[in-house]
């Protein structure tokens, strides 16, 4: 027999709330309690004793995890040790339930995931998928082990519906999935699931074999005695359809070397039966299969019993014993109408079918939603795109007008200037004229040396106030400092433009008016209407200082 051995949460150390919480149960006896949780890990017979007494003494519906526990410990127990799976199906359904109400997530994955191999045990494989089905939607994605056991589940459920290419593909993910997580106990029973139940042709069973060899080579490393009998059975099985008889009796000795549980008895009696069915040893048949009629008798196993009876039946009519023959046959009717597999079968493609359109259209969904965005996305970049470009063409368009104003302000400005050069030229070029002339018409008087002394003073300032003014005022009208000054303030008058440039290069008020042939006053004055469009009133920023921010 196998050894029970679980390890529950609530096995492990009582927590405080969890405890009160059952304690407030109505007809909660803890003693009972006390006693099931000392020997659920010790003595599983006893625990279970302890367990079902304490469950009978309140409403076992209660939402409490402690009670769903022990409903689930019962289900185990009653799944891996007695094979009784309707008893251990109604456990697992009365703890989901409790689980659902409390919103244990993965304590409630972990009990659907039972309740649909239960449910397999049953043949009831429509409701086996919708368990399935329902788990998978609140299994955690980093839940590995619980993944693994999804996909075993329906690799078993389409391998019971004849799907054997689905069958094969969730076969595979169970055992990349375990080869992912290292998990060499999950890997080798998914070897040799796909081993046993993936092959068609002789040549998938040949594959089938040396993946079974694989995976009782790690199942012998491992130590897992239980996994390695399973597997030495799936191997003489496979050899039994090959007609390899030695080999079949090769690998049945050794799974008989090693302690088998009741399902792998009865599995050995089938391909006992099996081998000497091939063999036309039809006595020898009976015999092992009324061995197996026998030991599947011990537990439920639904499936494997119709199989045995109609095979009873139909060698029993082949030796001529009606008798048997019709007792089997009854017994094979009566089982197979209360399974009643055909609905079974079209009730798991409807909802497969459904599920599948479902995912699809879930999926489709998705699919348009991100194409939305991705949409979205592409139009907002070619939106921004186009806001700037047009940003920029306006600032370039309006940077132009401002540079086309200031380009005809200097213009404006450099004739002005020009004009009145020429003008000041002219005024001195006729006092030269005139004082030469004097000099001419008084060549006598003694004046005459101081006149010319004046007329080469005035010929040498002529030529001193063209290079001072040009170095004082035409630099200016070129820099930055011009340049920025007119895009920010577009509206100064060229007057006004000329000598901010001069007080920014420190001219004193004087100078300014000496250079620009003004009066003192008009200067100031000019001033004032600056500091006035600057926004300079009554600010302690002179005038000078608010200008050398733009240098």
């Not at 009365?94 to 109400?101: C, D, F, P, Q």
């Not at 909802?351 to 259209?361: D, K, M, P």
């Not at 921004?384 to 104003?405: D, H, S």
Request: hydrophobic share 40%.
């Amino acid at each position: 027999m196998a050894v029970f051995f679980i390890v529950s949460m609530h096995c492990l150390a009582g927590e405080t709330a969890y405890r009160k919480n059952l304690e407030s149960v109505k007809g909660a006896d803890m003693i009972i309690y006390d006693l099931y949780e000392e020997t659920c890990e010790s003595d599983p017979l006893k625990a279970v004793k302890y367990g079902e007494i304490f469950l009978e003494k309140l409403d076992s519906e209660t939402p409490v995890e402690a009670i769903a526990d022990i409903h689930s410990y019962l289900a185990k127990y009653y799944e891996k040790e007695k094979y009784a799976y309707s008893t251990a199906l109604a456990h697992s359904l009365a703890s989901g339930r409790i689980y659902k109400k409390l919103r244990l997530h993965k304590k409630l994955s972990g009990e659907y995931l039972r309740t649909a191999r239960l449910y397999t045990r049953k043949l009831d494989i429509d409701s086996a998928y919708e368990k399935a089905y329902e788990a998978l939607q609140i299994i955690d994605a980093s839940d590995t082990e619980a993944m693994i056991e999804y996909n075993k589940l329906m690799g078993m459920i389409f391998y019971m519906a004849s799907e054997l290419e689905l069958s094969e593909r969730y076969f595979q993910q169970s055992v990349n999935l375990a080869k992912k997580s290292h998990d060499n106990d999950e890997s080798i029973e998914g070897l040799g699931n796909m081993g046993t139940f993936s092959f068609r042709t002789d040549e998938e069973k040949r594959k089938g074999l040396v993946l079974m060899e694989e995976a009782a080579r790690k199942a012998r490393n491992n130590g897992d005695s239980i996994t390695l009998a399973t597997l030495y059975l799936n191997m003489a099985g496979i050899n039994v359809s090959l007609g390899n008889y030695d080999e079949t009796r090769k690998w049945v000795n050794r799974a008989d070397s090693i302690e088998g549980t009741l399902l792998q008895r009865g599995h050995r009696a089938q391909i006992m039966a099996q081998m000497y069915m091939n063999l036309d040893s039809i006595p020898q048949a009976i015999t092992w299969l009324e061995n197996g009629v026998q030991t599947y008798s011990e537990g439920e196993f639904p499936g494997s019993l119709i199989n045995m009876y109609g095979t009873l039946a139909h060698l029993y009519d082949a030796i001529g014993d009606t008798n048997h023959a019709y007792k089997y046959l009854r017994m094979h009717k009566a089982l197979s109408d209360s399974i009643k597999k055909e609905d079974s079968l079209k009730r798991l493609f409807h909802l497969y079918n459904r599920n599948s359109i479902a995912e699809e259209a879930a999926a489709n969904k998705a699919e348009a939603k991100r194409a939305l965005l991705l949409w979205g996305g592409v139009l907002l970049v070619i939106l921004i795109i186009l806001v700037t470009a047009a940003y920029l063409i306006l600032r370039r368009k309006a940077t132009r007008q401002i540079e086309a104003k200031v380009d005809k302000r200097i213009k404006i400005l450099t004739n002005i200037e020009q004009i009145s050069s020429l003008r000041k030229d002219t005024i001195l070029k006729d006092v030269i004229t005139q004082l030469n002339s004097m000099i001419l018409k008084n060549r006598a008087s003694k004046l005459v040396p101081q006149l010319k002394e004046i007329v080469k003073l005035l010929d040498e300032s002529a030529d001193e106030r063209t290079v001072e003014e040009i170095g004082s005022y035409a630099p200016g009208l070129e820099s930055d400092l011009y340049n920025a000054l007119m895009k920010d303030y577009p509206n100064l008058t060229p007057n006004e433009s000329r000598i901010c440039v001069f007080v920014s290069m420190n001219m004193s008020t004087k100078q300014i008016a000496d250079i620009t042939r003004q009066s003192t006053d008009a200067i100031k004055m000019a001033r004032t209407r600056l500091r006035n469009k600057f926004g300079l009133t009554g600010e302690k920023t002179s005038l000078q200082e608010f200008l050398n921010k733009y240098r």
